[in-house]
């Protein structure tokens, strides 16, 4: 019996499928940002396109096997987390609070073929001793290079909505992490399911990205405001001072935080709030005097 998506004729649900749309819709628009750098939709879907290519022809990777990504929020997370699912792999998020030991049992366990690292945790990977790596591409430099060469396009995978899109290491409760699977029709299911929620998610979205995007929620709700063609800021590291500046500052509709980020914000907050109590009592009472 056919199933529903062949008699319907209708496209696999694919959180890529949800920036192509914002991008037919604004292409020049400000979709990504870290610190300085941006890109606009457009840039961002050429770039995961190139990622794609590059994989394929470059890489020689083929549909269902396995990269992993273990690096800090960046613009780039984004761009290769979209872009290997396009050529069908799927995609490990790791942490980047981890050990050589840890990376060596996450990666022999996925069969990763390919790892993408940042500056932190590029060191941490080349002393690694991998059984199926191939290669160790760290985001700056050798990013740009490698998404430089020249590639032909290459043709694309058909990616079915079932197929596994990103993996996730966890260990539960108890013993060794164990990688979990995420398919692409239960992402863009559940960032749907968000925006119905919270009510957040449209063009004048503007999300301030503090959680690592190697949690579930962190890397979602980046793609779920870019997904209804929003704008998405990422940051690196939690700077309490930093964070409520910006926050403060009212340009943000929605951020997320865990309970340490609220303690360290509302802490500082209280902190100035005294201060300027204490000076603005000074005032008053040399107003006194005088």
Known sequence: MESFREIQNVRPLTVTSGLRAAMLRAPLKIALRHEEKTRTYRDLLQRIDKVADITLGDLQLRPG????????????????????????????????????????????????????????????????????????????????????????????????????WVMGYTSGTTGDPKGALLSHRSRVLLILASAAEFGCFSVDDRYLAITPPNHGGGLLRIMASLFFGGYAEVVDKFDAEAILLKLTAGHFTSTALVPTHFHSIFSLDRKLLNKYRHSHSKRSSLTALH
């Open 65 to 164: 096997q396995h990269a992993l990504i273990v690096a800090r929020n960046c613009i780039e997370y984004v761009e290769l987390v979209c872009g290997l699912g396009e050529a069908g792999l799927t995609v490990g998020t790791i942490t980047s609070r981890i050990t050589i030991p840890e990376l060596e049992a996450i990666c022999d366990d996925a069969e990763a073929r390919v790892v993408f690292t940042d500056a932190v945790t590029d060191p941490i990977a080349r002393k690694a001793k991998f059984r199926t790596v191939e290669r160790v591409i760290m985001i700056g430099d050798q990013y740009e290079s490698w998404l430089g060469k020249p590639v032909a396009p290459s043709e694309r995978p058909s990616i079915k909505e079932t197929d596994s």
